[in-house]
């Protein structure tokens, strides 16, 4: 007997009916995602309500989707203005320390391809100075 009411039971398994967006009729063991659900037994207007409920959520899903879409939007475009803010600093800051070290120091040089000192005449010095302001005010806001 307890065999007979555990098969009986599994075989209750749900049925469903639903028509699909050309009006063709289905009849499947899974609910129909997001298709006009046509259940047995129901009215026309139960039907229409079924399938405005599923329309509304689809709407209300595509919203959100949107919202989270702008979301990670407006993160990406706010961190890469934080990158660029972060840049502009460090480029001030390393002008802003060549100038002193170019406008504080008697004798100021480079280095070559080949890893020697050069020392800077007037001439490349006030290059670089003017390089230094020039970065100064396009990075120091």
């Known amino acids: 007997m307890l ?4 098969v009986s039971s599994s075989a209750q398994a749900a049925l469903y009916k639903w028509t699909d967006a050309s009006g063709k009729v289905h009849y499947t063991d899974q609910p129909p995602t997001t298709q006009a659900i046509t259940l047995p037994g129901t009215s026309s207007s139960q039907n229409q309500t079924t399938t405005q409920t599923i329309q509304s ?5 595509q919203a959100y989707q949107k919202r989270v879409k ?8 706010a961190d890469k203005e934080a ?16 100038l002193s070290t170019l406008q504080n120091r008697s004798r ?7 890893g020697q000192r050069v020392y800077m005449d007037d001439a490349a010095r006030a ?8 970065a100064i005010s396009e990075n120091c806001r």
């Open 3 to 6: 065999f007979g009411l555990v």
């Open 57 to 61: 959520l689809d709407a209300q899903e």
């Open 70 to 77: 702008e979301a990670a939007e407006a993160r990406a475009k």
């Open 83 to 98: 990158e660029t803010a972060r840049l502009r600093q460090q480029n001030c800051d390393k002008a802003r320390s060549n």
């Open 108 to 114: 100021v040089y480079t280095t070559n391809a080949a």
């Open 127 to 134: 290059n670089a100075e003017a390089s230094s302001q020039k």
